[in-house]
């Protein structure tokens, strides 16, 4: 891939999230920084780690969506995790090294993904040929003791000029419909794990060994050529692909460009450090659990040793109740580059309807398109829209972006009812400010809206 300078990471992180300057700049730093690194001499490679990031805002100011599109970008293994979910080491709960556990399966399907593109052409070329031998089983060329000259009059001539032909309507997608039998590998039963004391990787370490030690099944099924070419396709790449290779390569992919974006870090701060006990006693286990995670160390998997030295660490939380200064002063070295994302005005609210790539106005426009009716919305609607969303966000709970969905979801929800029963194909709804502020009318008026809070 090309790899992007800081500003071209802030233009593409502008297609989807609207304001956050600041936070889109230290991201897009950090990611120019992995490339840096790679391009440095061996010799200080390894000493350059890289600077992990803890953003501070409220729910739904686009503090997981900036780290999930900078993985995008990047083309990197990316893992969202709640620092809430794990537990201390001896507890009964998820342990802290299961999210680099997650990072390597999420790298492990990127370059499957990359390497099934690569083979796919080889791929579709052997199930043409296993549909084709269900159609039209080969003739064997029986031995020739002719003479030189002789007319050949076999029965494998014909049968490859039928195979040819019938290759050619496959081809052309002209016998879709037609079904056939073929051989299915059934995939392996799972195999429940049950003691006291196993861990989560010694958990998994066992069911993939009794997996393995079953043999793999298949049976016959008829389906049509269409269905049978998705599965055999499926079947025909993972042969082609070399896992030992894979592995290798995705574990590789997980240390040098892996993101692990840890959510609701402000959870397992203690408000009161420094005394006490209770929850607050746990919660400092989890960030000593984390520590050494954070600082970089070896983490055993089922695909082999990943070093998380240089996995790029992304911590986010809204600390409403603690502060970032709550957390054990090792982890908060950790995350050295602090950003504050801003609450959400009005006019965000505005923009965020109008200009990202994936609007929830262009969401609900495709959805209704697949009925053939025309969705579309005034600009004045948009900001009452806007308006509306913000205001009951300060008068009730600010959960951010996430109002829009509340809103835009008590708007046409009536429209996507009425769909396609009462309003037929061809019907164009023109969203209005005065349509707006019908159908939101009880939504404003109404003050106990925890039916609509997400």
């Known amino acids: 891939m090309d790899y992007l300078t800081p500003r071209q990471i802030v233009a593409e992180l502008d297609k989807y999230i609207v304001g956050q300057h600041d936070a889109k700049r230290n991201v897009a730093i950090a990611l120019r920084n992995r490339w840096r690194r790679m391009n440095t001499s061996e010799a200080i490679r390894q000493d350059i780690i890289p600077n992990n990031i803890l953003m501070i805002g409220a729910t739904g100011v686009g503090k997981t969506e900036i780290a999930r599109r900078l993985a995008k970008i990047a083309d990197a293994?990316?893992?969202?995790?709640?620092?809430?979910?794990?537990?201390?080491v001896g507890y009964v709960g998820r342990d802290v090294e299961s999210m680099v556990r997650d990072l390597v399966e999420q790298s492990v399907q990127l370059v499957k993904a990359r390497k099934k593109e690569e083979v796919q052409s080889r791929a579709a070329q052997a199930v043409e040929d296993i549909i084709l031998d269900a159609l039209i089983p080969p003739v064997k060329q029986p031995a020739n003791f002719g003479f030189a000259g002789d007319e050949p009059k076999t029965d494998q001539e014909l049968n490859e000029r039928t195979r040819q032909n019938f290759r050619e309507k496959l081809q052309r997608g002209e016998l879709d419909s037609r079904k056939i039998e073929i051989d299915v590998q059934q995939?392996?039963?799972?195999?429940?794990?049950?003691?006291?004391?196993?861990?989560?990787?010694?958990?998994?370490?066992?069911?993939?060994?009794l997996?393995?030690?079953?043999?793999?099944?298949?049976?016959?099924?008829?389906?049509?050529?269409?269905?049978?070419?998705?599965?055999?396709?499926?079947?025909?790449?993972?042969?082609?692909?070399?896992?030992?290779?894979?592995?290798?390569?995705?574990?590789?992919?997980?240390?040098?460009?892996?993101?692990?974006?840890?959510?609701?870090?402000?959870?397992?701060?203690?408000?009161?450090?420094?005394?006490?006990?209770?929850?607050?006693?746990?919660?400092?286990?989890?960030?000593?659990?984390?520590?050494?995670?954070?600082?970089?160390?070896?983490?055993?998997?089922?695909?082999?040793?990943?070093?998380?030295?240089h996995v790029l660490f992304i911590a986010a939380g809204a600390f409403h109740v603690s502060k970032p200064s709550d957390l054990i002063p090792e982890l908060q070295g950790?995350?050295?580059?602090?950003?504050e994302l801003q609450s959400l005005t009005k006019d965000d609210f505005y923009h965020i309807l109008r200009e990202p790539k994936n609007a929830l106005t262009r969401q609900y426009e495709a959805m209704l398109a697949t009925e053939n009716v025309e969705l579309t919305f005034q600009d004045e609607a948009l900001?009452?829209?806007?308006?509306?969303?913000?205001?009951?966000?300060?008068?009730?709970?600010?959960?951010?972006?996430?109002?829009?969905?509340?809103?835009?979801?008590?708007?046409?929800n009536e429209?996507?009812?009425?769909?396609?029963?009462?309003?037929?194909?061809?019907?164009?709804?023109?969203?209005?400010?005065?349509?707006?502020?019908?159908?939101l009318a009880g939504l404003v008026k109404n003050r106990d809206l925890s039916q609509y809070i997400l």
Not at 334 to 339: D, K, L, N, T, Y
């Open 211 to 309: 997996s393995g030690m079953m043999p793999k099944k298949s049976r016959k099924r008829k389906v049509t050529i269409a269905e049978a070419r998705r599965i055999l396709l499926e079947e025909e790449a993972a042969k082609l692909i070399d896992m030992e290779e894979v592995k290798e390569e995705a574990i590789r992919k997980a240390e040098n460009v892996g993101i692990i974006f840890i959510d609701e870090i402000d959870k397992i701060a203690s408000a009161n450090r420094g005394g006490g006990g209770g929850p607050d006693v746990s919660r400092e286990g989890v960030q000593r659990d984390l520590l050494p995670i954070v600082e970089g160390s070896a983490v055993n998997t089922k695909y082999g040793i990943i070093k998380t030295d």
């Open 383 to 412: 900001q009452r829209i806007a308006e509306i969303a913000f205001q009951i966000n300060a008068e009730v709970e600010n959960i951010g972006a996430r109002r829009l969905h509340t809103v835009m979801s008590h708007l046409l």
């Open 334 to 339: 950790r995350f050295p580059i602090r950003v």
């Open 187 to 209: 995939s392996a039963a799972q195999v429940g794990v049950a003691g006291p004391g196993l861990d989560e990787m010694t958990m998994m370490n066992i069911q993939d060994m």
């Open 77 to 88: 293994p990316f893992t969202k995790v709640e620092a809430s979910k794990f537990t201390e």
């Open 415 to 439: 429209f996507l009812f009425d769909i396609p029963d009462v309003i037929g194909p061809n019907a164009r709804i023109q969203v209005t400010p005065q349509l707006v502020d019908d159908k």
